[in-house]
């Protein structure tokens, strides 16, 4: 998918109103459960450490259901400012298979296309 927004924008605007669509609650604590959680984790090469948007996200190696989500759309994804392959950098790690929620995907994929 491609878009013409910025990064910020389409973590502001896009991801948070899909949130907000499907239920989702903002409180104090920002581990709390919730009905879902979107995170923007890569935008092309860009490479972004903001307090409150770092891309790509730091989280990747360590979420397995992050990563594998990667690899499953682009196996030879690279990860910026590191040269190196994702699958390379996850070998050891073991696999997490991941299935789609069809509506999720849905709106998602609805809201991406402006």
Known sequence: MSTRLE???LKQSVLRD???RLGRVRG???YAP???DLDLLLYRDCVNDEADLKIPDPEILLRPFLYEGLLELNPDIVLPSTGR???EMVADR???PLEEADSYTS???TS???
Do not use: C, G, V, Y
């Open 94 to 96: 073991p696999p997490m």
């Open 28 to 30: 104090s604590d920002k």
């Open 107 to 109: 709106l998602l994929r």
């Open 18 to 20: 899909i949130e907000d």
């Open 7 to 9: 990064p910020r924008s």
């Open 112 to 114: 991406l296309l402006l």
């Open 85 to 87: 392959p994702l699958r």
């Open 34 to 36: 919730r009905p879902i």
